[in-house]
């Protein structure tokens, strides 16, 4: 990874909910910006922030995330994600993220993301693809 992977990097993003980004456990009516997608925009928007500080042949993968779903965005509105590197130690990348729709926040949580080699990493996923399923 480049030097300039650093704590206190951070950037916002807006993301317009639309159909496939809700769920709607409680009818049509109650419609809403499900979790499972706060979730993969909150860990996409943190690998978008470190991609271009990492060097040829690497990539990153998330290892943990926690969020606090706190309010309902409904579709049709739109979310600014906001995350920040909070702590870097060795390949670990740790962020905070925060999640705002028109009127309020409606998300927080912790992210963090592992920087790997991409050809180990496939050597590896080859490994377990042949234990698994053979040549």
Do not use: W
Not at 48 to 64: F, R
Not at 90 to 101: C, H, N, W
């Amino acid at each position: 990874m480049k030097d300039t992977l650093l704590a206190g990097l951070h950037v916002a993003k807006k993301i317009k909910i639309n159909r496939e980004r809700t769920i709607g456990f409680m009818g049509e009516k109650g419609r809403v910006y499900g979790t499972p997608s706060m979730v993969e925009d909150i860990e996409y928007t943190c690998h978008e922030l470190i991609q271009s500080h990492l060097d040829n042949g690497e990539n990153s993968v998330g290892t943990h995330i926690s969020v606090d779903h706190v309010g309902a965005t409904l579709e049709g509105d739109i979310v600014e994600i906001k995350v920040g590197v909070t702590d870097i130690d060795g390949r670990t990348v740790s962020f905070e993220a925060e999640v705002k729709d028109t009127l309020e926040v409606v998300g927080r949580g912790k992210h963090n993301r592992f920087i790997v080699d991409i050809n180990k990493t496939f050597e590896r996923l080859n490994a377990k693809h042949e234990k698994l399923f053979g040549k």
